[in-house]
């Protein structure tokens, strides 16, 4: 089971990291989730909760009483715990038990996979790990969990792969939908429609998953389809990804909306175009471990100066997981916003998407977005990836 | 639009409770939400973002460059401003503008649905107000956060009665499904069928929504449906919710299965059914606004005390709205886990559950959910309650 394959990752990532412990605290987890959940049970739970898991391999879910018995059923935990009135005294008792030098928690400021520990849960913790001395042995979990999410095992790179097939057959029929006329809300619905039929979910909001661009001077990334109508001449991309078995996938195509008499793209989509898979291939190639996402990320855009295009405002690659924006680590630049992101060495098992992005004067943005895994010696391409472009008959 | 009629009554609480500003920060929302933000804007951010309300009637929303036109189109937000690489600056500029003596920001160690700051976003805030000097401006908003959830719109009531409709409507109708033989596993997904085919959402995990348990010995409450027959004799009980445009329902409701040649529950089950309904009508009789929600709760447990059951090892009722468990004023007793809650009094426009539960032994557990609501002078039922055990044919 994932979970189990999971928590036993997380024993050897503590070991590895010499840090004696690992505690999520959560309650109300459908209101404010902690994303390190999912690793932990396959549920929410209502009441305070704490999950604490050691380097010398013990497990203890301290939960309320009426989440006790499908924790228990996971036969994760070699102790489960249950409370009715509050959590306090059974984790002071674990934690005495323990004895951690160290007790990583799911704070972080540079990565938000790792800070699903809320303000007033951090506080509640202080004043509990105060009465038993313990108060200043807290350290940030990011090491912990980051690694935790982007070492992904062969279970969860095969569900990827599940999702990454589905969507590029799901590509294959909306460009055989694509028609000038149609509206990019159309063309949004029909891919709906196919994730729908295959009882999929949706990687993000489905308000704008997928996306639908066409032409020139169109809202920016992130918008929601409009009426705007496929029209000749311009160029059309989608970014969408589906979810199968709580993995996601996130890719982007792009076409070209041939004019009557055309029988391929004018020289500047096609040169745009070849430009972004160009991109993508010497940004794939300088990927292997222990290379810096910063570095990759400068890669791609070189490629994209040097053949005349501006930069994009955005990272060229994000990992991808149980969220579309997944794991720490990030193929972007050094921008406040990323914090330390950008500097993290890459891993085997990251998965990370490449999405370079360019702007055809009058014609529309060209992106296209593949996913690859960090393997032993490079970066290989899960997706296989589009290399030509899609053209569209009038 | 149901939040400019929001982001308005929170400019009021503001004036009501004289805090110059509140301020929700967040990023990546679809992984670290914050609860507040469905009032703010009606999508996720994926950058840093800011939101700022002032008592003076002000609203800035700090936004990606990608989210831009998704907020700027709610025509909420009188500032919109958009950035690129970090929203530091412009969060830093808008704070100089408004000059306030007090900052809330959402986080709270009594109440979750006010604890929507991570720890990591926390410890950024600080440093971005570090840099102008306003680090000590910072208190908790969870009287603002929880006034604008509590306080309950007409709008809001209307939405939350059409849930509350659709499921008693679905309760009738699995009223006539239920026979002996049947698992509970089998009610749960006829019930999941009816949901579906309003095309309504689940108040909470369907794993659990609904949850059904059949005679004794069953496990506790979020406690998934079972494999165990349905059989004369036994008592069943029920509980779920539906999600109508975003608002909650929660309601519970118990049947009684007859042997064959009876013609109603025997003494026991009728006695626990009826002291269930009236603890929740002496408990809807003592509400209104000013008392405190322990008192309410004590109330629900002296009727069953009185008459020979144990107290139930949870509150009566919480609220209800966007969320099932919603809200921060809580009808329950003063245990640890439930922080401040209890102690908060009552006010106009709370939506509440009133769901006493009581074991009749070797039959099963009767509970029944009603739904509330605080109105000038007393509590109104928003559900048509339950007065009469409902008798399932052997």
Chains 1, 2 share one sequence.
């Not at 013990?58 to 102790?79: E, H, M, N, P, R």
């Not at 038990?97 to 938000?112: L, R």
């Not at 296209?368 to 296989?384: D, I």
Request: aromatic share 8%; proline share 5%.
């Amino acid at each position: 089971m994932l979970i189990k394959e999971k928590v036993t990752q997380a024993i050897n990532i503590l070991k590895e990291f010499k840090i004696d412990c690992w505690l999520t605290f959560v309650r109300e987890s459908s209101i404010n989730g902690d994303p390190s959940l999912d690793y932990l049970i396959a549920s929410d739970v209502t009441w305070h909760s704490a999950f604490v898991i050691t380097a010398k391999g013990d497990s203890f879910a301290i939960i309320g009483k009426y989440d006790k018995q499908a924790v228990a059923d996971l036969g994760v935990y070699k102790t489960v715990i249950d409370h009715v009135t509050g959590l306090r005294e059974p984790l002071q008792q674990v934690l005495k038990q323990i004895n951690p030098s160290s007790i990583a928690v799911n704070y972080s400021k540079d990565s938000e996979i790792a800070d699903g520990l809320t303000h007033g849960m951090y506080l509640t913790l202080v004043d509990v790990l105060s009465e038993i001395g313990m108060q200043d042995r807290m350290i940030s979990s990011e090491k912990v969990v980051s690694a935790l999410r982007q070492r992904k095992t062969e279970t969860e790179v095969g569900l990827m792969k599940e999702a990454i097939k589905a969507t590029l057959q799901i590509y294959d029929e909306v460009f055989g939908f694509i028609k000038p006329g149609k509206t990019e809300a159309e063309v949004a619905a029909f891919i709906r429609s196919r994730i729908d039929a295959r009882k999929l979910g949706y990687a993000w909001d489905p308000s704008t998953c997928p996306s639908v661009f066409s032409g020139p001077d169109t809202a920016e990334a992130h918008y929601a389809p409009t009426e705007r109508r496929v029209q000749e001449g311009h160029v059309l991309n989608m970014d969408f990804g589906v979810k199968y078995n709580q993995y996601c996938s996130d890719l982007q195509r792009t076409v070209y909306i041939l004019k009557k008499g055309e029988t391929k793209a004018p020289p500047e989509v096609q040169k745009g175009f070849d430009t972004i898979v160009e991109s993508i291939e010497e940004s794939r190639k300088a990927m292997k471990p222990g290379v810096l996402g910063k570095d990759i990320d400068a890669v791609s855009r070189k490629v994209l100066v040097e053949n005349g295009f501006q930069e994009y405002p955005h990272a060229l690659g994000h990992q991808v997981g149980r969220f579309a924006h997944d794991g720490t680590a990030l193929l972007g630049p050094a921008w406040e916003k990323y914090g330390r992101k950008p500097f993290l060495p890459l891993e085997r098992g990251m998965v990370f998407t490449l999405e370079p992005r360019l702007t055809v004067p009058e014609r529309g943005i060209a992106t296209v977005e593949e996913m690859v895994v960090v393997t032993n010696t490079g970066a290989e391409f899960l997706s296989s990836p589009q290399k030509e472009l899609v053209l569209i008959k009038p």
